[in-house]
């Protein structure tokens, strides 16, 4: 289950690019996941694997969360992609994305691949799990994909593979298309992060292709931070401020959230169930919602201390 991670941005990094893992370790996302899969090809995959170890191990990587996308578990590469990257730098990897995902069955596997590898090692330490809802399969059950495992931390949204799944007429990953009205992916990240959310999971949106267009990737991320998203992934660089600042809360938001809170409490101390703030009546369903801004507040706060 998620705790208190932060995920405003999950910078995706090639595994073969020793120049953009160090980069990687010394920006400011809050998660950085090596990649074994998409970005790397076929003939350099069992190669990348070594790289990313060595990085993992030799960077120092902060208070960042650190991850490894594995390739998916019906390729062959999968059981060597943890075997390897696990057995060299189990120690400081916080967790596996597993991509792909068609059924709880390909979570199993890699929980129970995990298991056996923390046992042997001697780790200690559970490693987490963070899975891509990017298959219509996946999306057709993601609520029990989202149930399945004590290990999961979050849901990802990746709509450049569910675009070729679902056979959606489109270009780039986040394109605006304009054959159809409003949010192409509302659906789809909506039942994500209502699966996560009914089973404790941080909802992650994914990958905003054109990173030379700040404002549609800031459209995007605000669309899914209203719904409900947490973070959203970042393919350069330059999308990391752009995350982390439209999925942390304002000095307005926090104030206003505050005194939100302070009014109900009042309230209910009188014995009244709501309060009238800004014009407006508010209850303690308000309260609950304006105390999630406080607590990513103060997640974020420790994060930068």
């Not at 949204?157 to 489109?170: H, K, M, N, P």
């Amino acid at each position: 289950m998620s705790g208190t991670r932060l995920r405003r941005s999950e910078l995706s990094t090639p595994g073969t690019s020793e120049k953009m893992m160090a980069k990687a370790a010394a920006s400011d996302a809050d998660l950085v996941f090596l990649d074994l899969e998409d970005s790397v090809a076929p003939s350099q995959k069992e190669a990348a694997r070594a790289l990313v170890a060595t990085a993992l191990t030799t960077h120092d990587w902060g208070g960042k969360s650190t991850a490894v996308r594995i390739n998916g578990v019906g390729t062959r590469w999968a059981h060597g992609d943890l075997i390897d990257v696990v057995g060299a730098a189990g120690s400081v990897i916080d967790l596996v994305i597993v991509p792909k995902v068609k059924a709880p069955r390909d979570v199993w596997f890699v929980e129970t691949m995990l298991e056996q590898l923390e046992a042997q090692l001697g780790l200690g330490r559970r490693i987490g799990i963070e899975v891509l809802i990017e298959e219509t399969e996946a999306l057709a059950r993601v609520e029990e994909i989202a149930a399945c495992s004590a290990r999961l931390e979050a849901l990802i949204l990746g709509v450049g593979d569910l675009s070729a799944s679902q056979g959606i007429r489109t270009g780039h990953i986040g394109e605006t298309v304009e054959r159809y009205p409003g949010d192409l992916w509302h659906y789809a990240r909506n039942r994500m992060i209502v699966a996560a959310r009914a089973n404790g999971l941080d909802a992650v949106d994914g990958p905003y292709a054109n990173f030379r267009d700040p404002e549609g990737y800031r459209r995007e991320a605000s669309w899914a931070a209203t719904l409900g998203c947490v973070g959203k992934w970042a393919i350069h660089p330059d999308q990391i401020a752009l995350a982390n600042a439209v999925f942390s809360p304002t000095p307005d938001e926090i104030s206003r959230a505050r005194r939100a809170i302070d009014a109900v409490r009042e309230a209910e101390s009188g014995g009244t169930g709501a309060a009238s703030f800004g014009g407006l009546m508010i209850d303690a369903a308000t309260a609950r919602v304006f105390q999630v801004t406080l607590d990513r507040a103060t997640r974020i706060d420790e994060r930068n201390r």
